[in-house]
């Protein structure tokens, strides 16, 4: 499917799957019909990431892909906030410095 789904989709969907109740006050959504039909249906209009970088050139931390997966949060230099739909990527990458945005 091209159906564009976010990382809280996977409680909802996997309680689902599993024949568990699904609690009414979490934010993501049950796809469970995604993964069963294979469906292409529109889940949901625009999806929302956010993700550390670790670049050496703080400036321009787009071109660096060093990935941050084993680095402490204090360590991280630039967090990246993309808003994405089905033909766009919008990403603002902001400086940070290891506590907040700065």
């Known amino acids: 499917s091209d159906s564009l789904v976010e990382a809280v989709d996977l409680y909802p969907t996997l309680a689902s799957l599993a024949g568990l109740p699904v609690p009414d006050d979490l ?54 906030y993309s808003v994405r739909t089905d033909t766009w990527r919008y990403t603002a990458w902001m400086h940070w410095d290891s506590e907040r945005l700065a």
């Open 27 to 80: 934010d993501g959504l049950d796809i469970s019909d995604l993964v069963r039909k294979n469906a292409s249906k529109i889940v949901k209009e625009q999806v929302f990431s956010e993700y550390p970088r670790c670049p050496k050139n703080i400036s321009t931390p787009w071109t660096d892909t060093t990935s941050c997966v084993h680095t402490h949060r204090e360590n991280f230099t630039s967090m990246g």
